[in-house]
């Protein structure tokens, strides 16, 4: 099968440490390159074994789940422990515009498909164990958060579970984070930028959906506000508030309830 890119790099196993891969694609949807940081866990895998899509906030880039986080090291103990089934974990760029591309389409990119489509082609060329049939998952934190519940939200079909944390929810709350202006990321149809509208428009077919809060996070009562929407439409999903601010110990901690969500939809 012909590669969806002009040029991929892949990182050499002699040099890999701590079950990180790197890759980094040529795509038509940013007009340049993007990089995945790539947990491949140290255990056998099996045809079909799921990926997670773990997207980060504003100021980050692909390398910041890892070594703020520590993700993949959770995930690695919690597969030994088996708390978890083995699973990828693909941690991209956002694309690297500005303080944050919100993971939208603007300024004659596409940083959405690069989610959505181009981070699942490059892990399924380069890793054979993810395959068609294996099911896909999405979360995020912060603007990633916000990538993960409006990019599931509009592709429904293409994923099997979606997690939030501490996320933005709808546009305007980027004005909190970046210093470009909200006129870059309009969206010509609203609804693309609200996670509730493309929740209530694709309502019959959204994966089972989670999202978290921390009580003194600056994002909290947006939460809320998505829980009550969510809720008087009538869908489905687990909200959860925890002690804790909009820091990295506090996605560090949590992200584990994300893995242990997805797991349960394998």
Known sequence: MASKFKTTEISDPRFESDNLRFITVKTKNLKGRGDICLYVPNAALSKDTPLVILMHGVYGSAWIWSQKAGVHRTAQKMIEHGDIKPMLIAMPSDGLWGDGSAYLPHNALDFEKWIAEDVIAAVKE???????NSKIFISGLSMGGYG???VGAKYPKTFSGISGHSSITDLPQMAIFVEEGLENYKQDNPTNESVFSLMQQNKTDLPPVRFDCGEDDELIEYNRKLHTELNQEGISHIYQEFSGKHEWIYWET????TLKFFNGLI
């Open 254 to 257: 949590h992200v584990v309830d």
């Open 126 to 132: 380069n890793i054979e164990e993810v395959t068609d």
């Open 148 to 150: 993960a519940l409006r």
